[in-house]
């Protein structure tokens, strides 16, 4: 059975077996009465030193699985609420862009509040912008170096209340990257 939203055909590359086979484990595992955690942590062991980032695959496995049973929708979280990710590759650098960007908000972003100071760090790989906004909505600005002049930009929003917010802030999201 196809889900919406996943790629199949890449989790069952991933893991090295047929999506039946990796839905029939977790029915194993107790399936739909099962929490997100124990189905994760049942799958997790058994595919440990056999498949690459095996902890990413399994996350995304249970998720597939979780969207076909009718537990979640595509973009929802296992609490409930929404997430959506929009990014572009810009040209210039990671850490100017993230200024560039903190310079286009002023109090709001898509009109709701920021609750708090914006908070920036960067690591070796990248720069980030995040805040918190007024309905526990969570915004991550992040800035990753891909080619010599050009960084990959990608502005996340969690937390969001339904699929419907999610669309709304993704289109922001596309519209306001154009700024940048």
Wanted: aromatic share 8%; proline share 4%.
């Amino acid at each position: 059975m196809a889900t919406k939203g996943m790629n199949i055909p890449a989790i069952e590359k991933a893991l090295g077996e047929k999506w039946e086979d990796t839905c029939a484990r977790l029915e194993a595992a107790g399936g739909a009465s099962a929490s997100h955690k124990e189905l994760a942590d049942a799958l997790y062991p058994q595919f440990e030193g056999r498949v690459d980032n095996h902890g990413w695959w399994v996350q995304g496995a249970v998720v597939a699985y979780e969207q076909e049973i009718g537990r979640r929708v595509p973009g929802q979280r296992a609490d409930g609420t929404f997430d959506v990710a929009v990014s572009r590759t810009i040209p210039g650098d990671r850490s100017e862009l993230i200024v560039k960007f903190a310079s286009l908000i002023d109090s709001t972003l898509n009109e709701v509040a920021l609750d708090g100071e914006p908070r920036t760090s960067e690591t070796a790989k990248r720069s980030f912008w995040r805040a918190d906004l007024d309905g526990g909505i969570k915004v991550e600005a992040a800035a990753e170096t891909k080619s010599e002049g050009k960084t990959l930009f990608v502005l996340t929003v969690s937390k969001l209340p339904s699929p419907e917010a999610l669309e709304v802030w993704r289109g922001f999201g596309k519209d306001f990257l154009k700024q940048l």
